[in-house]
């Protein structure tokens, strides 16, 4: 028997013309470059995207052409979001935050044709245009300077456009956009996402228990576009036509605080690091910002639980999700279920800190040697997941096929435990395991343990070589200014919250954690750093 339903292609197009028809008085705010603010409606959004289409498609475009972006979050970003694949483009976010050798090596790599680029960003591109053969680059006039000779001003371009669009009518398979990951280890690697995997993600992200997005909100994406996407949320935003504000280049904690009390932000997303700046600005100035209860979904390295606690006591509500580029992102979201309610506080918070359920559509395991492990909170394995969005492969890149299981599982290099309700707890990548007399040590639970202590405000543990126990823990911190506390106090601090031997053996103090790209603790840096450390 076969079904008897339509099979319409899983295409963007329907959320553009959605967010065109149903919502066209919907507003997105951009933080431009001087920070005045840039204001218009979902109604000239959605003509300048399909003016974009038309543009490109006038230009030569083909099914497939890989258009590049090196762009910070604004409403021309969100253009290119939308015009790029519905013109059958494939839009390829740049990071604009890595070397410029590496992002020419990307777009060679993808073969980018056309490339998109803020003014404000031309220099990036200078250091980089010896090194490239794009066909025709498109300079976004953020700040009023003159786009220089030779280059097309994006607004000149759209107006090529007659406003005679149609969407071709491309399968839901057809590749939307490519993102590559950030690389700290090997070459970049890229990921090509569907039409359909899109769409997919966005109805995922949107439920009430993942990231519960709908119209009514304001939504403001800290997390760059150029960075995962933004982790989907300008797709998941427009298909459910929320409000929109962005934030520009402007990223810092009182931008970031004036932009969510100016707009009305209910809905924000980043990675831990802003989120750490956004606290002290408000435990600085308590009174200063009049904002709604928003939620603040934290995704990229594990948020500690002392910070959860700690914007709870200013009605926000921080949300713990865990994603990778080769998921679109979305793998896990923290909520507690119903029946969990009635746990204790302290219990409760734990959860919250933990990277969370699978959301709908992604299954999760967890495998060391003897196969999949029990969902018991304690026993450790490699998190592998599967899904309809979660990538099957790399971009011209077969050398990396043992990242994907004989059963087809993409082993994400993270790992975990898994508890009976299914809340899966990060306890380190693969790569940074310490691993002392044959026992693993979890350094992401000595940090967040650590960074629950009032004078630490950054901790990364690492594995530094041990002549007995092969290796032991090296805690690095940062202290809050003008705060002071000893190795002593820190390991009497850690000792009732963690076993015996996960206690530091090593505990240094240092001005900061070296950092990658896209916010993370570079560990790799730190254990060169610390790699002759003598523990006599
Ligand atoms: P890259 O792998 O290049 O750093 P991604 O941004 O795709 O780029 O990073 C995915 C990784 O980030 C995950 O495999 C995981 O190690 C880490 N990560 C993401 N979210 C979380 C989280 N909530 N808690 C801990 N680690 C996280």
């Known amino acids: 028997m076969l079904s008897t339903m339509?099979?319409?292609?899983?295409?963007?197009?329907?959320?553009?013309?959605r967010a065109g028809t149903l919502f066209p008085k919907s507003e997105i705010v951009t933080r431009m470059p001087d920070k005045s603010i840039h204001r218009y409606t979902y109604a000239d959004f959605y003509r300048r995207a399909r003016a974009l289409a038309e543009a490109l498609q006038r230009a030569g475009l083909q099914p497939g052409d890989r258009v590049a972006t090196l762009s910070w979050n604004t409403y021309a970003h969100l253009e290119a979001y939308f015009g790029i694949p519905v013109a059958g483009g494939v839009l390829h976010t740049l990071n604009l935050r890595l070397h410029p050798t590496d992002i020419a090596y990307i777009i060679n790599h993808a073969e980018d044709r056309f490339l998109i680029v803020d003014d404000v960003l031309l220099k990036l591109y200078e250091a980089i245009k010896g090194h490239i053969n794009v066909e025709k680059v498109?300079?976004?006039?953020?700040?009023?300077?003159?786009?220089?000779?030779?280059?097309?001003?994006?607004?000149?371009?759209?107006?090529t456009a007659t406003g005679d669009f149609s969407y071709p009518d491309l399968p839901e398979d057809a590749p939307l956009g490519m993102c590559y990951t950030s690389g700290t280890t090997g070459h970049p690697k890229g990921v090509v996402y569907s039409h359909r995997s899109t769409i997919l993600h966005s109805l995922g992200s949107a439920l009430p228990d993942v990231l519960n997005l709908a119209q009514r909100d304001v939504l403001t994406p800290v997390v760059p576009m150029f960075h995962v996407m933004a982790?989907?949320?300008?797709?998941?935003?427009?298909?459910?036509?929320?409000?929109?504000?962005?934030?520009?280049?402007?990223?810092?904690?009182?931008?970031l605080l004036d932009l969510y009390e100016s707009e009305q932000v209910t809905k924000t997303a980043g990675v831990p690091t802003i989120w750490m700046g956004v606290l002290q600005a408000l435990q600085k100035e308590p009174t200063r910002w009049k904002l709604?209860?928003?939620?603040?979904?934290?995704?990229?390295?594990?948020?500690?639980?002392?910070?959860?606690?700690?914007?709870?006591?200013?009605?926000?509500?921080?949300?713990?999700?865990?994603?990778?580029?080769?998921?679109?992102?979305?793998?896990?979201?923290?909520?507690?279920?119903?029946?969990?309610?009635d746990e204790d506080a302290d219990t409760a918070y734990a959860r919250r800190a933990s990277q969370g359920i699978s959301v709908p559509?992604?299954?999760?395991?967890?495998?060391?040697?003897?196969?999949?492990?029990?969902?018991?909170?304690?026993?450790?394995?490699?998190?592998?997941?599967?899904?309809?969005?979660?990538?099957?492969?790399?971009?011209k890149l077969e050398s990396e096929r043992d990242k994907w299981s004989a059963d087809g599982w993409f082993r994400t290099g993270d790992v975990v435990t898994i508890d009976a309700e299914g809340y899966v707890k990060i306890t380190d990548r693969t790569k940074d395991l310490i691993k002392s007399g044959g026992e693993w040590i979890s350094s992401l639970d000595l940090e967040n343990a650590l960074m629950g202590h009032p004078a630490v405000r950054e901790a990364a543990v690492i594995a530094v070589a041990h002549p007995r126990w092969d290796e032991r823990p090296l805690a690095a911190?940062?202290?809050?200014?003008?705060?002071?506390v000893s190795a002593e106090e820190l390991r009497d601090f850690l000792a009732p919250k963690v076993a015996k031997f996960w206690?530091?053996?090593?505990?240094?103090?240092?001005?900061?954690?070296?950092?990658?790209?896209?916010?993370?603790?570079?560990?790799?840096?730190?254990r060169d750093k610390f790699k002759e450390w003598s523990w006599e």
């Open 6 to 17: 339509m099979h319409t292609p899983l295409t963007l197009s329907h959320l553009l013309e």
């Open 138 to 159: 498109i300079v976004v006039p953020l700040s009023g300077q003159p786009v220089p000779a030779g280059l097309t001003s994006y607004e000149d371009f759209l107006a």
């Open 231 to 255: 982790w989907g949320l300008p797709f998941t935003g427009v298909m459910v036509g929320c409000k929109l504000a962005m934030p520009g280049p402007h990223l810092d904690a009182v931008n």
């Open 292 to 341: 709604l209860p928003m939620e603040m979904v934290v995704g990229g390295s594990a948020a500690p639980e002392a910070m959860i606690r700690a914007f709870d006591a200013f009605n926000l509500t921080v949300l713990h999700a865990w994603g990778m580029t080769e998921m679109s992102p979305l793998g896990t979201v923290s909520r507690v279920k119903g029946n969990l309610a």
């Open 361 to 395: 559509l992604v299954d999760v395991r967890a495998m060391n040697e003897n196969g999949a492990v029990p969902w018991d909170g304690t026993t450790m394995g490699e998190l592998e997941v599967r899904g309809p969005w979660v990538a099957a492969s790399y971009f």
């Open 477 to 484: 911190i940062v202290l809050k200014e003008g705060m002071s």
């Open 503 to 526: 206690l530091p053996d090593a505990i240094v103090f240092v001005e900061e954690i070296p950092r990658t790209s896209t916010g993370k603790f570079l560990k790799s840096q730190l």
